[in-house]
């Protein structure tokens, strides 16, 4: 089983550069979330879905932007590369019901802004 | 400020020592897991604790949810090599899990 899928692994840009990452899922879970890692800080949250069409913005939204289109995939979009957005990246696919959300995460995209 | 807190957020111990880490809040969640991360590998669930009070083993783990649904504790038994990682406590909040600073665990043979 796949699980959930996260292109790139690793990826260099310059500032002001654009670039989408992309994160796809095959459990058919409603939830996705997109968060970032950083020492020190665990995971926070930049977007999330709760189903395809629905998006809502978690702590540290600035700078991104996503979209749900298919229960699939929710990639997550780099306007415009700042170094203050270099660190590590992961995408979560959600169950919920019964009471309990549990999360699958992708292995990762190491993003670097230089 | 971090709605969870996790404490310590380092830890070096041996081989056969026992430890426990906290997970805080002033928040009530839904439900609360704990997540072990290795490097370069993304967060794994260990376990999900639901019930107010509620404790759960998982081998040399136990996890326990607080009467009130706002803190949890992991405590490890003759601690292994093999657990070293980073623990991560997340609250859920509906859809959304909000994530502690973690631990750092380090046991040394």
């Known amino acids: 089983n796949a699980g959930v899928t996260q292109t790139p692994k690793f990826q260099v840009l310059k500032t002001g550069q654009s670039m989408t990452l992309q994160c796809a899922q095959d459990?058919?879970?409603?939830?996705m979330s997109w968060y970032r890692q950083d020492p020190g800080m665990g995971l926070r949250l930049i977007h999330y879905?709760?189903?395809?069409?629905?998006?809502d913005q978690g702590e540290v939204p600035n700078g991104y932007n996503v979209s749900r289109s298919t229960t699939e995939d929710f990639p997550l979009r780099l306007l415009s590369a700042a170094p203050s957005q270099t660190s590590v990246y992961f995408c979560?696919?959600?169950?919920?019901?019964?009471?309990?959300?549990?999360?699958?995460f992708g292995q990762g995209t190491r993003l670097t802004v230089v | 400020t971090q709605l969870l807190e996790q404490s310590p957020q380092f830890l070096s111990i041996q081989e056969g020592e026992n430890l426990t880490v906290y997970c805080n809040s002033s928040?009530?969640?839904?439900?609360l897991q704990w997540y072990r991360q290795e490097p370069g590998e993304g967060p794994v669930l260990l376990v999900t604790?639901?019930?107010?009070?509620e404790v759960k083993k998982l081998k040399r783990l136990t996890f326990q949810f607080g009467d009130a649904r706002k803190d949890s504790s992991l405590h490890i038994t003759a601690a292994q090599p093999g657990d070293t990682g980073l623990y991560l406590c997340?609250?859920?909040?509906?859809?959304?899990?909000?994530f502690g600073q973690g631990t750092e665990l380090s046991v040394k043979p």
């Open positions: 979560a696919s959600s169950y919920s019901g019964q009471g309990r959300t549990e999360a699958f």
């Open positions: 459990m058919n879970h409603e939830y």
């Open positions: 879905s709760v189903g395809a069409g629905i998006t």
């Open positions: 928040s009530v969640f839904s439900s």
């Open positions: 604790v639901v019930t107010g009070g």
């Open positions: 997340a609250g859920a909040q509906g859809g959304k899990l909000i």
